[in-house]
């Protein structure tokens, strides 16, 4: 019905830069919240930085001023600008949307397959 497939993530040096991209396709009627989480091993999974279909945007405390969420609503894409990366930024990132397929469904939750970020020190 509804597929996300995220790109950009790989190993990095910290003080580097990484964007993410997020691509959502299928049975889209809107597309409301979209957002980024991410789970290190041995963690849970925490939100990183979400938008609304408005614009507005949250971010975890611990990536405000080094992280940038932006979305393009033709293409259904939402991306992740992650700068002065840490090697605490290690994690699986994942992609999150909040989708109603039809104008008569409530939405739901949908979640990308994950991609590995790595940041060295």
């Known amino acids: 019905q509804v597929q996300l497939v995220e790109s950009g993530g790989g190993l990095v040096q910290a003080g580097g830069s990484l964007r993410l991209s997020c691509a959502a396709s299928?049975?889209?009627?809107?597309?409301?919240?979209m957002g980024w989480y991410r789970q290190a091993p041995g963690k849970q999974r925490e939100l990183v930085a979400a938008i609304t279909s408005g614009g507005t945007t949250n971010y975890a405390d611990s990536v405000k001023g080094r992280f940038t969420i932006s979305r393009d609503n033709a293409k259904n894409t939402v991306y992740l600008q992650m700068n002065r990366l840490e090697p605490e930024d290690t994690a699986v990132y994942y992609c999150?949307?909040?989708?109603?397929?039809?104008?008569?469904?409530?939405?739901?939750?949908?979640w990308g397959q994950g991609t590995q970020v790595t940041v060295s020190s």
């Open positions: 299928g049975r889209l009627f809107s597309i409301n919240r």
């Open positions: 999150n949307a909040l989708i109603s397929n039809t104008r008569w469904e409530v939405e739901r939750s949908y």
